[in-house]
């Protein structure tokens, strides 16, 4: 029962509610920003853990407001947001999961990653997408909005004979801000058990404004004295003093009403609090203290914030601690953009161009990374990255040692360039940024893929959701409740592992009678060595690679055809019929940190055979089985042919590469754009 029924127990009987969600979420300390921001009290309430499929704070929200839909027994529910919004998605997934249909009305938003990742798995999910309306801060969107929804509203009224079920933008509403009412009480538990101190401060990140208002109501009915810090990131249209009172009031009196026990609390402006500075520009635009947030998090404690939303909120964290400045302590090596770092002690040459995003102003790095920063005014920054690749070999070549290999800043500042005018050199750089932009392009797919994929998965073989489940009783089993007629195997029953080999015969390029050697190099970029074709255990397009030694021990991968290295092992399936080879692959993918922690070995580490074999995993019927198998080929079909695109993009510019720079192809009377790559 959820903490605010167990203390209002006439509300259950009265308030619509669906379970969706895995309540209460942890509560955590963050040690390492924490002690870097001279507070050792600051926690962090992990809602992005609220659901297995899908997390987030719009999960409680929907609890009530999707329980509503059901209890009007609604076939459909329509919502709206921008392109890329969260509560859109979400309301897609979990209204599947309870059997509505779900129709989302969306404005434009910047492009991104995300907004193109979460419009896919909308669209997985079944919604129906419509977009409406024109740019997100131009005044007629939400007249045109209002028209689009009026027109919805009547086909589906015409077509099926009822209106669907209207879901306001981010479930903010009385009801949907119940929700975190409800969050409220669970943190009050959460402290009582000891498991975090009572917060002086709460930051959230506000965009409809119901989690806060939610959170300020619920600290007022159990005495709390958290003050609760609203960040804008939408419109202050959308959030304001006078808004948030009028939704407090509005949960309040819905409480009330439905039991007169609630208490009535009487808020006013003074105890809200909006930080407005942090919003940007426009809604869905990142902000370099917003990224900085993220990427402090993410390296700090390996959590993902986001840049819209929570990012905001934690730069408003940090800029309230008042801590000195980092860039002031690292002023000799402050990043910026379009600098190039390079690897100058051990593995010489590793490269990379610093890319204009604003985490780069915050970042550091180890001693043996040397930064070089480009006069611009003589040289653009992208050719000479090109040109330092090209000329990787003659680098290495300088570096001096014997245990360890280092190049000398003095050797590399005497390090001599041809340097062509700016207009061939801003040429060259296009040329071969058309390449590495298309290579990107293809790895952003490839993620969008893998996600939609992994969530395919967890939808079956998580959540036992597979088409017709609903017909099939669950039963007992070892591994808790599973769909009656699946069964309970080791993995070792299910695959043969082949361990990889160390060849004697390697090749620069790929001849009829030589294959790809597989590395782990090789299988994350695509850049292979080659040795013969009967040198070792040949891996198949369907089969599993996992890394059986060394740091990177369980990662794994899927797709290359060659002979797999001596640091690797190929998983196969012994009956394709029963476990999906993609299954296989989606199921080491979801266990690889469970796989790393169990692995053995002091001084080099190596994955726990005997524990991997020991997997135990539920099998399901053979026409359950082949039809999963049948969803999730074209999708890594797909995944297969990008990454065969993009190999073949890298040869290609590796092979332009030194003939660009050297002058051999003369590109003075190409026509091509060179946009900013400089003056």
Not at 349 to 367: I, N, P, Y
Not at 479 to 498: A, K
Not at 658 to 674: A, K, M, Q
Request: glycine fraction near 8%; charged fraction near 25%; aromatic fraction near 8%.
């Amino acid at each position: 029962m959820i903490p605010l029924f167990k203390q209002y127990p006439l509300l259950r009987e009265k308030l619509p509610y669906v379970s969706l969600g895995e309540f209460p979420t942890p509560v955590q300390k963050l040690d390492g920003i924490g002690r870097n921001l001279g507070m050792n009290r600051l926690y962090i309430k992990r809602d992005d853990l609220s659901g297995s499929i899908y997390g987030g704070n719009k999960v409680r929200k929907l609890e009530f407001l999707l329980g509503n839909a059901l209890k009007v027994n609604a076939k459909e529910v329509m919502t709206f947001g921008g392109a890329g919004s969260n509560h859109a998605l979400a309301t897609a997934i979990y209204a599947r999961q309870i059997g509505l249909r779900s129709i989302s009305m969306l404005v434009p938003q910047p492009n991104a990653h995300y907004v193109r990742r979460n419009l896919l798995m909308s669209y997985h999910c079944g919604a129906e997408l419509h977009l409406c309306g024109g740019e997100l801060r131009s005044r007629t969107t939400m007249p045109l909005v209002f028209l689009a929804t009026v027109h919805q509203l009547l086909r589906h009224r015409l077509k099926s004979g009822r209106f669907p079920h209207l879901i306001p933008p981010g479930g903010s509403s009385p009801l949907g801000a119940i929700g975190f009412v409800n969050a409220a009480f669970e943190l009050k538990e959460q402290i009582d058990n000891g498991l975090a101190p009572e917060p002086e401060y709460v930051y959230v990140a506000s965009g409809t404004m119901g989690t806060a208002a939610g959170l300020m109501l619920g600290f007022g009915v159990l005495k709390l004295k958290s003050r609760v810090i609203s960040v804008r990131v939408t419109d202050n249209k959308l959030v304001n003093v006078k808004g948030m009172v009028r939704l407090i009031d509005s949960t309040n009196s819905l409480l009330c009403a439905l039991d007169p026990c609630f208490p009535t609390l009487k808020f006013s402006g003074a105890d809200v609090e909006i930080r407005h500075n942090f919003f940007g520009q426009q809604y869905a635009l990142f902000t370099r203290e917003g990224m900085e947030a993220v990427t402090r998090m993410k390296k700090s404690e390996g959590i993902k914030l986001d840049g819209t939303y929570t990012g905001k909120a934690f730069a408003a964290l940090i800029n309230d601690t008042k801590k000195e400045d980092f860039i002031d302590t690292h002023k000799r090596t402050r990043l910026e953009s379009n600098d190039i770092l390079i690897t100058n002690s051990g593995t010489i040459g590793r490269m990379a161009l610093v890319s204009d995003a604003s985490e780069t102003v915050r970042t550091t790095f180890q001693k043996s990374v040397a930064i070089i920063k480009p006069d611009q005014g003589r040289v653009v920054p992208r050719w000479l990255y090109y040109y330092l690749n090209a000329e990787k070999d003659a680098l290495i070549s300088w570096a001096g040692g014997t245990a360890q290999k280092n190049l000398l800043l003095r050797d590399l500042r005497a390090f001599k360039l041809t340097v062509p005018p700016l207009p061939t050199q801003r040429k060259i750089a296009a040329v071969l940024s058309a390449y590495d932009d298309l290579i990107e392009n293809n790895t952003r797919r490839i993620r969008i893929l893998e996600e939609m994929a992994q969530m395919i998965y967890r939808e079956w073989f998580v959540n036992f959701r597979f088409p017709g489940h609903e017909n099939v009783k669950m039963v007992e089993s070892e591994l808790g409740l599973i769909p009656e007629g699946w069964e309970i195997q080791r993995l070792g029953e299910l695959v043969d592992i082949v361990k990889g080999r160390k060849v004697k015969n390697l090749y620069d390029t790929m001849n009829t009678d030589s294959v790809p050697y597989l590395l782990i190099d090789g299988l994350r970029n695509g850049e292979y060595v080659y040795t013969d074709k009967d040198a070792g255990p040949s891996a198949q397009e369907d089969d599993v690679l996992m890394v059986m030694d060394g740091a990177s021990s369980g990662e794994v991968f899927i797709g290359s055809v060659g002979v797999a290295g001596s640091t690797l092992a190929i998983f196969r399936p012994r009956n394709a019929t029963l476990l999906s080879p993609y299954v296989l692959f989606l199921l080491l993918q979801e266990r690889k940190q469970e796989i790393a922690e169990k692995n053995v070995g002091s001084a080099i580490p190596h994955a726990n055979k005997a524990y991997i074999t020991g997997i135990k995993l539920t099998v399901p019927p053979k026409d359950v089985s082949m039809t999963l198998h049948s969803q999730l080929k074209p999708i890594f079909q797909q995944i297969i042919i990008l990454r065969l695109k993009s190999v073949n993009l890298r040869r290609t510019r590796d092979l332009l590469l030194p003939r660009l720079i050297s002058g051999e192809i003369d590109v003075e009377n190409l026509d091509i754009g060179t946009e900013g790559l400089g003056q």
